[in-house]
T-cell receptor, first 114, second 111 residues
Framework: GAVVSQHPSWVICKSGTSVKIECRSLDFQATTMFWYRQFPKQSLMLMATSNEGSKATYEQGVEKDKFLINHASLTLSTLTVTSAHPEDSSFYIC??????????FGQGTRLTVV | QKEVEQDPGPLSVPEGAIVSLNCTYSNSAFQYFMWYRQYSRKGPELLMYTYSSGNKEDGRFTAQVDKSSKYISLFIRDSQPSDSATYLCAMWGNAGNMLTFGGGTRLMVKP
């Protein structure tokens, strides 16, 4: 079964609204989680590293104010896309490493901004 | 040059064929190597995980790591149409938990 749960699996929102995506590690604690964005037929692009109890680390070119990350507990990280625009439409995937070795992915969230 | 190189394919094979998927990398610090399978519009699913050099077998899947050549492989025996997906290699070293991905290889197994 899934060890990392991501919700929602798909969402449609209007331009200018905010969308929150949750990523939960189900049977282990994750002090670090990763958020990726994936465009069609392309590999995953790391957006940010979510750190429990501290600020997220963003990759170059990723807007901190647009993609808000909160890692409130050892099993939950959230990504909020603020003031969403159609160009933010994409597939967002979270990942959590377990015990510093294997990494498991959530099911992904397909965001469509209309 | 990317840190991890992977042929994007598509790779088309008949059902029952042996499939070989490969990645090369340049960072000698990588020690953990993973293969993920990703179906369309789904998150990647961990298939195989290996540490350092050697082989690992799980059912129809065999992962090989050759650190001296900086080359990893995933073999799929008796391939099935349900194996049709994109396969991503990923790896990391001891410093941090951030994965470095290959670009993915799209595999199509035809009945």
């Amino acid at each position: 079964g899934a060890v990392v749960s991501q919700h929602p699996s798909w969402v449609i929102c209007k331009s200018g609204t905010s969308v929150k995506i949750e990523c939960r590690s189900l049977d282990f604690q994750a002090t670090t989680m990763f958020w990726y964005r994936q465009f069609p037929k392309q590999s995953l692009m790391l957006m940010a590293t979510s750190n429990e109890g501290s600020k997220a680390t963003y990759e170059q070119g990723v807007e901190k104010d647009k993609f808000l990350i909160n890692h409130a507990s050892l099993t939950l990280s959230t990504l909020t896309v603020t003031s969403a625009h159609p160009e933010d439409s994409s597939f967002y995937i979270c990942s959590a490493p377990r015990a510093g070795t294997e990494a498991f992915f959530g099911q992904g969230t397909r965001l469509t901004v209309v | 040059q990317k840190e991890v190189e992977q042929d994007p394919g598509p790779l088309s094979v008949p059902e029952g064929a042996i499939v070989s998927l490969n990645c090369t990398y340049s960072n000698s610090a990588f020690q953990y190597f993973m293969w993920y399978r990703q179906y369309s519009r789904k998150g990647p699913e961990l298939l195989m995980y290996t540490y350092s050099s050697g082989n690992k077998e799980d059912g129809r899947f065999t992962a090989q790591v050759d650190k001296s050549s900086k080359y990893i492989s995933l073999f799929i025996r008796d391939s099935q149409p349900s194996d049709s997906a994109t396969y991503l290699c990923a790896m990391w070293g001891n410093a941090g938990n951030m994965l470095t991905f290959g670009g993915g290889t799209r595999l199509m197994v035809k009945p």
